[in-house]
């Protein structure tokens, strides 16, 4: 049974690749409107939870509701056509100007077919250019990147590559945007520039979940978090509740002997 407050919910999910247990019997409801923070130690299985959800990746077990839709074993195009739109911890850009990659979340996620379409039918091409160009333009204005649109993606600096992520995943109008490691690689002023920029996103009526392995981000941004290590969860709440977790402080001391 899912909850009407939770816009995504996993019960049971699991995912293991051969040997490894990445993801185990992990159920997390996230409330629609909140920013919930999900975070772990490096290798915690954070990412591999975002490939699930978006439909990257099958589960080895379990199942995920999307809005009481059970979208367990549908295909990533198919969850973005519902709603979800994601980053990447590893914010890849095509070689093309800053406007063509957030124009090309667009193309891909929504399943337009942009070639198809102006071969057969070459006015309601121009029609739907005009309407994309114009939505990734007033993504890109969002983030505060507007005046890079005609930049080539190849010249922008990390921090910049993390805006575009987050405009090439607001054109699509989610509902529910996954945020992977937003802020890393960057220093205490962009930090600062991106907590804004994502409280801004969730006062449009976005709900977020926020990966992140920077307990003191979430905890100054989030309404709600999970806490996972090695695939589980182990503590849920809110931060001030996570923060004195003495199974949270564990797994974080052990990350840093482990570092030391
Ligand atoms: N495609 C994959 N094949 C094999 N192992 C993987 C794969 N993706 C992730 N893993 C493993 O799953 C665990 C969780 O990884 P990940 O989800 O990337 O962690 P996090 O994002 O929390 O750092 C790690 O042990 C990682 O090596
Ligand atoms: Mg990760």
Redesign the pocket.
Known sequence: MTSDEAILSTMGLS?H??G????TNLDVNVKRGRIHGLI????????????LVSGL?PPTEGQIYLDSVNTTNLPAQAVARMGLARSF?AAMMMPDTVLENVMAGMYYYSGIDPIGTFLRRPRVFCAQEREIRQKAQEALDFVGMADSAHRWAGELVWVERQLVQIARALVLDPKLLLL??PTSGMGLKETEELKGIIRHIRDTGVTIVL?S?DVSLVVDLCDWVTV?NF?EKISEGSPKHIQSDPKVLEAYLGEEEQHA
């Open positions: 995912k690749f051969s490894v247990k990445a993801i772990g130690p490096n290798g915690a299985g954070k990412s591999t939870f975002f490939n990746l911890q992977d490691e990966v392995h996972i695939g």
